[in-house]
């Protein structure tokens, strides 16, 4: 019952910006960290950048300064604003939530990052 829609994924150019978010809903209990993992074709998923609900970040070192995380913890909604895109950032991004009843994803949505 679980469902997470993720919105905001397209295409833009290197140097530009985009912005994604997820919105969580169902038999959702307390949600303990929600975050965003990406996933190219032919690597693994990695994590991009997790917010716990008290604020605490974590971003991969790829996407330092250059990505920021945040959320709304009463909307159940996650954002991640992505800014100076690089064609290495292309990848299908899967928004992720952690509660105490289980871990849930949501279906991914693609950004490509091409001139």
């Known amino acids: 019952q679980v469902q997470l829609v993720e919105s905001g994924g397209g295409l833009v150019q290197p140097g530009g910006s985009l912005g994604l978010s997820c919105a969580a809903s169902?038999?959702?209990?307390?949600?303990?960290?929600m975050g965003w993992y990406r996933q190219a074709p032919g690597k693994q998923r990695e994590l991009v950048a997790a917010?716990?609900?008290?604020?605490?970040?974590n971003y991969a070192d790829s996407v330092k300064g250059r990505f920021t995380i945040s959320r709304d913890n009463a909307k159940n909604t996650v954002y991640l604003q992505m800014n100076s895109l690089k064609p290495e950032d292309t990848a299908v991004y899967y928004c992720?939530?952690?509660?105490?009843?289980?871990?849930?994803w949501g279906q991914g949505t693609q950004v490509t990052v091409s001139s």
């Open positions: 992720n939530v952690g509660t105490p009843r289980g871990v849930y």
């Open positions: 169902g038999r959702l209990f307390s949600i303990n960290v």
């Open positions: 917010i716990t609900s008290r604020g605490v970040t």
